[in-house]
């Protein structure tokens, strides 16, 4: 039988790296749907974020649930 196991590193740095990550990510949500109403275009907003067409689609697409961050599955 084998049991896989995960181990999540913590120290203080992490913690403050990972509350950065979801401050960029609630800024980053805000500041891509923000637009939307300005008519602004998905290629205008990826330029002015500085991240992809894709991610402003699927940011204006994602419904708002008030969470700045979705924990992502970590590899086993």
């Known amino acids: 039988m084998t049991t896989r196991i995960t181990i999540t590193p ?6 403050r790296l990972r509350r950065a990550r979801d401050a960029y990510e609630a800024a980053l949500a805000d500041a891509v749907t923000t ?3 300005d008519g602004a275009t998905p290629r205008d907003v990826a ?4 991240v992809s067409i894709a991610t402003v689609t699927a940011l204006r697409t994602r419904p708002q649930t008030g969470r700045a961050h979705t924990p992502r599955k970590r590899k086993a």
Request: aromatic share 0%.
């Open 10 to 15: 913590v120290s203080p740095e992490l913690q």
């Open 35 to 37: 637009p939307t109403a």
């Open 47 to 50: 330029e002015a974020t500085e």
